[in-house]
């Protein structure tokens, strides 16, 4: 069903739970009262025209002074259509409390415990809240608040062992910029895995050295460039 069946289909079976409803950027919004929430949900999974079997996602939002809202995200794998329910939570900031889908949708659990953990709100009828499985237990505050205090982070020291400094005969320290090329090496242990390598691998271009290799290269370079002028000498004539 599109936007407009789905609006003229819930209100003729729920209407007097139903505030308001919006169909935006491509999904159909119902604003539900508080204590009708679970009633409509119901009726969404049951239903044979609305048929959602699939409980998508749920999810808080903070409103600001008004308090926090509820969004829940069914989804309808034979209708193909996706309904929003909305809920403004009861409590306001202070004890903000939705009631829990968790007797129609077992997918709801875990996801209302994420949007305790994050925004404080209660789910009455969850069968436990607790532990909280995105923060640490002893975690105070709620992340996702929009009042939330987020410390300032401050710059500090790397706690671990620092490199020696180089001195020179005076014991002076030699700040050293490194600049193009500037990078150490090759050292005896670099030197030893390379031998190793070619070892390894004698009928490949490892087995050769870097500077058999150079001259390698420079020969097919030649080689290539000869072929070049054979190529034009035969298109002139």
């Given amino acids: 069903m599109d936007a407009t069946a789905l609006d003229q289909y819930l209100h003729e079976r729920v209407g007097d739970a139903i505030i308001s409803t919006r169909d935006q950027f491509d999904t159909f919004t119902v ?14 999974r049951d239903d044979r025209g609305l048929a959602c079997n699939m409980f998508d996602s749920s999810f808080g939002v903070d409103e600001g002074e008004d308090g926090f809202a509820v969004v829940v995200v069914l989804y309808s794998t034979t209708q193909f259509h996706r309904i929003l329910l909305r809920v403004m939570v009861p409590g306001g900031r202070e004890a903000p409390v939705a009631p829990s889908l968790t ?6 659990n875990w996801m209302e415990r994420e949007t305790w953990d994050m925004f404080g709100i209660e789910f009455d009828g969850h069968p436990g809240l607790a532990p909280r499985i995105l923060t640490v237990e002893n975690f ?15 710059a500090k020291p790397w706690p671990g062992l620092k490199e020696p400094a180089e001195l020179d005969e005076d014991g002076n320290v030699i700040d050293k910029v490194p600049g193009p090329g500037g990078a150490p090496g090759p050292t005896d ?11 390894a ?17 420079a020969a097919d370079d030649d080689t290539a460039a000869a072929d070049d002028d054979t190529a034009a000498a035969g298109e002139e004539s």
């Fill in 140 to 154: 105070e505050g709620w992340p996702l608040r929009k009042d939330f205090f987020l410390a300032s982070r401050e």
């Fill in 31 to 44: 604003e539900v009262h508080p204590d009708r929430l679970v009633e409509v949900a119901t009726l969404c």
């Fill in 201 to 217: 691998n004698p009928g490949s271009v490892l087995a050769a050295g870097p500077e058999d290799t150079v001259a390698e290269a």
């Fill in 189 to 199: 242990l670099d030197e030893a895995m390379a031998a190793q390598a070619r070892a």
């Fill in 103 to 108: 007797s129609v949708y077992e997918g709801a």
